[in-house]
C-alpha cells in the first residue's frame, strides 16, 4: 500500500482526534495513528496475499508497455479498495478479475475500475445469487410444467430453480430474503427484470454480469469460500 496515501489518513485521523477535544489528546492521537498504521498494514498484506495468489495461477507473464500501464492503473485500484476496508471475498474477485484480463490479454483499468466500484459493495449473499445465477443461465435446464409435456422458457425456469436452491440455505432462509437480494441488486448493473408475473419478477444476467463471468469462476471462488 502506498506510505503517501497511509500518511494522508494517519493525519486526517489525528486531526479528527484533536478537533473532537478528547482528554490526554497526545495519547489518544498517538493511539489512533498506531492502531491506523496496523490496520493499513493489515489490510494491504492480505491484499498482496489474495492477488499474487491469483496472479500465481495466470497463464500470461508478459506484457506489452501499454497494458503494464494499464494494469498499474488496476494495482492502484485494487490496493484503493484494500484501504477502505473491502471485505476480503469481495477482494478475491477483484483479483480474479486482474487475472482474468491478464490470462486474456485484454488488460482494461476503465473495465476493471467500473467492475471495482459495483463488487466493493456485494454482501455475500448478493455475490451467492449472482453466482447461481449466471450458472443455472449457462446450464439452460429448463423447467417442465405441470401436467404437460411443455417447458418454460429459460428466464422462467432459472426463477424456479433459484428458488429452489437457495431458499432454506443460510444465505436465503426465506423468499423474503431472496425477493430482498433481488431488490438490493437492482442497483447494481448485473441484472434486469426479463419477466413480469403476478406472483413477481424473475431477473436475468446482463451483459455486464456475462462479462464478470468470463474473468471469473464463480464455482472456483464458492469452492475458495467453502474450504
Given at each position: 500500500?502506498?506510505?503517501?496515501?497511509?500518511?494522508?489518513?494517519?493525519?486526517?485521523?489525528?486531526?479528527?482526534?484533536?478537533?473532537?477535544?478528547?482528554?490526554?489528546?497526545?495519547?489518544?492521537?498517538?493511539v489512533?495513528?498506531?492502531?491506523?498504521?496496523?490496520i493499513?498494514?493489515?489490510?494491504?498484506?492480505?491484499?498482496?496475499?489474495?492477488?499474487?495468489?491469483?496472479?500465481?495461477?495466470?497463464?500470461?507473464?508478459?506484457?506489452?508497455?501499454?497494458?503494464?500501464?494499464?494494469?498499474?492503473?488496476?494495482?492502484?485500484?485494487?490496493?484503493?479498495?484494500?484501504?477502505?476496508?473491502?471485505?476480503?471475498?469481495?477482494?478475491?474477485?477483484?483479483?480474479?478479475?486482474?487475472?482474468?484480463?491478464?490470462?486474456?490479454?485484454?488488460?482494461?483499468?476503465?473495465?476493471?475500475?467500473?467492475?471495482?466500484?459495483?463488487?466493493?459493495?456485494?454482501?455475500?449473499?448478493?455475490?451467492?445469487?449472482?453466482?447461481?445465477?449466471?450458472?443455472?443461465?449457462?446450464?439452460?435446464?429448463?423447467?417442465?410444467?405441470?401436467?404437460?409435456?411443455?417447458?418454460?422458457?429459460?428466464?422462467?425456469?432459472?426463477?424456479?430453480?433459484?428458488?429452489?436452491?437457495?431458499?432454506?440455505?443460510?444465505?436465503?432462509?426465506?423468499?423474503?430474503?431472496?425477493?430482498?437480494?433481488?431488490?438490493?441488486?437492482?442497483?447494481?448493473?448485473?441484472i434486469?427484470?426479463?419477466?413480469?408475473l403476478?406472483?413477481?419478477?424473475?431477473?436475468?444476467p446482463?451483459?455486464?454480469?456475462?462479462?464478470l463471468?468470463?474473468?471469473?469462476?464463480?464455482?472456483?471462488?464458492?469452492?475458495?469460500?467453502?474450504?
Open positions: 500500500m502506498s506510505n503517501g496515501i497511509q500518511n494522508v489518513g494517519i493525519g486526517i485521523t489525528a486531526d479528527i482526534l484533536t478537533a473532537a477535544d478528547f482528554g490526554a489528546t497526545n495519547f489518544i492521537v498517538n489512533g495513528n498506531n492502531l491506523l498504521t496496523k493499513f498494514k493489515d489490510r494491504a498484506e492480505k491484499a498482496r496475499e489474495i492477488a499474487l495468489n491469483e496472479m500465481k495461477r495466470c497463464e500470461r507473464s508478459e506484457f506489452d508497455i501499454e497494458s503494464a500501464d494499464q494494469f498499474v492503473a488496476i494495482v492502484y485500484r485494487y490496493q484503493r479498495a484494500a484501504l477502505e476496508g473491502t471485505a476480503l471475498l469481495n477482494l478475491s474477485i477483484l483479483a480474479k478479475i486482474m487475472r482474468g484480463q491478464a490470462t486474456e490479454g485484454s488488460v482494461f483499468a476503465t473495465e476493471f475500475n467500473e467492475f471495482a466500484e459495483i463488487i466493493a459493495s456485494l454482501k455475500t449473499r448478493e455475490i451467492v445469487y449472482l453466482g447461481t445465477l449466471i450458472r443455472l443461465h449457462k446450464e439452460k435446464i429448463l423447467v417442465p410444467k405441470d401436467n404437460s409435456e411443455e417447458y418454460y422458457e429459460i428466464d422462467q425456469s432459472v426463477g424456479i430453480l433459484m428458488r429452489k436452491e437457495l431458499v432454506g440455505t443460510s444465505h436465503f432462509p426465506e423468499s423474503r430474503d431472496l425477493i430482498s437480494c433481488e431488490t438490493s441488486l437492482q442497483r447494481t448493473a448485473f434486469y427484470p426479463s419477466v413480469q403476478i406472483g413477481g419478477t424473475i431477473f436475468s446482463t451483459s455486464d454480469l456475462e462479462r463471468a468470463e474473468l471469473v469462476e464463480f464455482e472456483e471462488l464458492f469452492g475458495e469460500m467453502n474450504a
